[in-house]
């Protein structure tokens, strides 16, 4: 209850507001940013795609960045209880915590498939720098991808690697596992991608990639595009899992709210920006398909690294930055779910980190079985919309276009509607700002949310 959860030892902050900066969009940069916003930008005709996308970022995405942040530092406690006590102070129902809890199950579930996929990206760090790619065609790297998924044996190990890395830093607590990791990991991560890029440069067809990205073609673009902007902005963004709020637990009371999630936001966007400037010119000069859907990045490409000049040494270091920002996010996926549990349960940090793992760990085999063994096994099979989906293929379906949008849904309506207005003007942005944001959160941001929702129900 609130009032043991309040007798509880002083809470930790981040060290300054870089350190939140960091954690925030170590977490927002993952394989959003790197395999799917390139391949997303791909199938949907290029650079009216990206402008949506950025116009979702910036109306929708970081209005609720704001709003969660909010309530992780209003409340000072896990999600789950923030929420309670916030709606408390506001004297509004305490049923508003069906956010965090949506948010919260959310998260523990995705963590259990993008652990999976964490692990192909590890896999492929040894494939490249053996050099298994070099000289290949495309039915030898296609081959090395599916016999990948077709071995559960080499998933699980990868999967356990992966989950293994994001235990030990989140059981190590705030400044001595998550700073001290977001520390290395982001600046090494934002290295490895200008290198990436400048790598792409050589390529000769660096303007090419340029002109898709950013060269507008609206015609291109169809209203399935500009859902799929709308969806991708959540995800992109970590919203709608309760990781901002966890995170906003943490943040000093002098910093501003309003700066900080546009910075985030502002960096998360480079990255995918810069993700689509490193991969598209090496599409290009090797006469591959821009539109080639999620097996861009682990087929297409290192089809590409195989026939380039130094190939393998690129395709290595790719890989590598590819399992730190897949590293980072998944820490941000343990971390609402741990706080929590050592909060409910009055556990240590490190019990609470490895139960609520393993258990992710544990559901996690059920993502690798649908992908070989069980990929005939569609449980929700007798409903037309859901046929021939597996296990993995339902997690990601549900949390995906139900648990976050509705949960993104219920704390802008919560922020916006519940929460007194002077709090947030003083909390989350003084001055000119304020208007804008609050009127984005209490009209905008629901009615858009709610349209991609009812779509991909209908979808
Ligand atoms: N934001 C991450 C990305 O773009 C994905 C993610 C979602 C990470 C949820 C953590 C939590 O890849
Ligand atoms: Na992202």
């Keep these: 209850n609130l009032a043991s959860a309040s007798a509880q030892a002083p809470r930790g902050l981040w060290s300054s507001r870089l350190a939140f900066i960091l954690a925030a969009t170590g977490s927002a940069v993952g394989l959003g940013n790197i395999w799917k916003f390139p391949y997303i930008t791909g199938e949907n005709g290029g650079g009216a795609f990206v402008i949506v996308y950025l116009a979702c970022i910036a109306v929708i995405g970081i209005p609720i960045m704001m709003a969660e942040v909010f309530i992780g530092r209003n409340g000072r406690h896990?999600?789950?209880t923030s929420l309670r006590t916030v709606a408390e102070r506001n004297l509004s129902s305490p049923l508003w915590r069906v956010s965090a809890i949506i948010g919260m199950l959310a998260a523990f579930v995705i963590l259990s498939f993008y652990s999976v996929i964490g692990g192909w990206a590890a896999a492929y760090v040894g494939h490249s720098a053996m050099g298994d790619f070099s000289g290949q065609d495309a039915e030898v790297v296609g081959g090395i991808f599916g016999s990948l998924l077709a071995s559960p044996g080499t998933l699980l190990f990868w999967h356990s690697v992966f989950m293994a890395l994001v235990i030990?830093?989140?059981?190590?607590?705030?400044?001595?596992?998550?700073?001290?990791?977001?520390?290395?990991?982001m600046p090494a991560l934002f290295v490895l991608l200008l290198v990436a890029v400048g790598y792409a440069t050589t390529t000769g067809h660096f303007g090419e990639a340029v002109k898709f990205l950013f060269r507008p073609d609206f015609a291109?673009?169809?209203m399935n595009g500009v859902l799929i902007a709308l969806g991708?902005?959540?995800f992109t963004l970590s919203l709608g899992m309760a990781i901002m709020m966890a995170y906003g637990s943490y943040l000093g009371r002098d910093v501003s709210i309003g700066r900080t999630a546009i910075t985030v936001g502002f960096l998360d966007t480079a990255v995918a920006l810069l993700a689509g400037l490193a991969i598209f010119p090496v599409v290009f000069a090797n006469g591959l398909?821009?539109?080639?859907?999620?097996?861009?990045?682990?087929?297409?490409?290192?089809?590409?690294?195989?026939?380039?000049?130094?190939?393998?040494?690129?395709g290595t270091l790719f890989f590598i930055l590819l399992v730190f920002a897949a590293w980072t996010s998944g820490i941000s996926l343990l971390e609402p779910v741990t706080e929590w549990f050592e909060e409910k349960f009055s556990t240590s940090r490190v019990a609470s980190a490895i139960v609520v793992g393993v258990a992710c760990w544990a559901l996690g085999i059920a993502s690798i079985l649908s992908l070989n063994e069980w990929s005939g096994f569609a449980p929700l099979g007798m409903f037309d919309k859901f046929a021939g989906k597996t296990i993995f293929d339902l997690l990601d379906f549900f949390t995906a276009n139900?648990?976050?949008?509705?949960s993104g849904l219920l704390t802008a309506l919560f922020v916006g509607w519940c929460?007194?207005?002077?709090?947030?003007?003083r909390d989350v942005v003084t001055g000119t700002g304020f208007t804008l944001w609050y009127s984005l959160l209490r009209f905008v941001t629901p009615v858009a949310v709610v349209i991609v929702f009812v779509y991909n129900l209908m979808a």
């Design 78 to 80: 896990n999600p789950i």
């Design 168 to 185: 030990v830093v989140v059981a190590r607590g705030l400044k001595s596992g998550l700073e001290r990791a977001v520390n290395i990991l």
């Design 220 to 222: 291109a673009l169809s």
């Design 232 to 234: 991708h902005a959540f």
């Design 289 to 314: 398909e821009a539109g080639a859907g999620p097996g861009l990045i682990f087929q297409t490409l290192p089809l590409a690294f195989g026939q380039m000049p130094l190939g393998s040494l690129f």
């Design 402 to 406: 139900i648990m976050l949008p509705l």
């Design 419 to 425: 929460v007194a207005r002077e709090t947030l003007q």
